[in-house]
């Protein structure tokens, strides 16, 4: 296992335009988040999914955020109309629902998706 | 007031100092703690969890009061590869085992 990956590492678009980002996270994991994070702030949680539900999405940042998890495995973040203010990293989490607590539930992060709007 | 404070610093200490740093957090209901530890444009990694007991690994010890909703983490004998931004962390309870991170705290170890 190669722990959680994100696509693409890098992301540079246009203000307007949509962006999608995928993560593969642990495969024996059935929980997923995602988190933006600024400069200088922590991990601002998204939304979450146990398997394929999404089970907390009030705190995605406007109706231009979605996020799928469509088989329970991979997801996507997508972000339409795309505002300079969307520049940030993207970071996506797995853990298990099964690992126990002293070990972090298990949280592991991807490496994230640094998105810039020009 | 914010779920989580931490001081941004950042904490400038010499190598082989001890170093402390605190973090409030505001729901009572919080249950599980946690120090992450971030390099520069890297993603957070577990650096230890927090128990009511008082926990240590190696160098670092992590405390947690519940009556004053803090936690803390100790570095002792400082070294460079120490430098790095720590995170605290707290899951709520309700079963959403949802992390919400504080702003993290910046640590830089000189020699």
């Known amino acids: 296992d190669t722990g959680v990956s994100q696509d693409p590492r890098h992301k540079i678009t246009k203000r307007g335009q949509n962006v999608t980002f995928r993560c593969d996270p642990i495969s024996e994991h059935n929980r997923l988040y995602w988190y933006r994070q600024t400069l200088g702030q922590g991990p601002e949680f998204l939304t979450y999914f146990q398997n394929e539900a999404q089970l907390e999405k009030s705190r995605l940042l406007s109706d231009r955020f979605s996020a799928e998890r469509p088989k329970g495995s991979f997801s996507t973040l997508e972000i339409q109309r795309t505002e300079q203010g969307d520049s940030a990293m993207y970071l996506c989490?797995?853990?298990?629902?099964?690992?126990?607590?002293?070990?972090?539930?298990?949280?592991?992060f991807g490496s994230g998706t640094r998105l810039t709007v020009v | 007031r914010k779920e989580v404070e931490q001081d941004p610093g950042p904490f400038n200490v010499p190598e082989g100092a001890t170093v402390a740093f605190n973090c409030t957090y505001s729901n009572s209901a919080s249950q599980s703690f946690f120090w992450y530890r971030q390099d520069c444009r890297k993603e957070p990694k577990l650096l230890m969890s927090?128990?009511?007991s008082g926990n240590e690994d190696g160098r670092f010890t992590a405390q947690l009061n519940r009556a004053s909703q803090y936690i803390s983490l100790l570095i002792r004998d400082s070294k460079l590869s120490d430098s790095a931004t720590y995170l605290c962390v707290f899951v709520s309870s309700g079963g959403s085992y949802i992390p919400t991170f504080g702003r993290g705290t910046s640590l830089i170890v000189h020699p």
């Open positions: 927090v128990y009511s």
């Open positions: 989490a797995s853990s298990s629902s099964s690992r126990p607590r002293d070990r972090g539930y298990g949280y592991t």
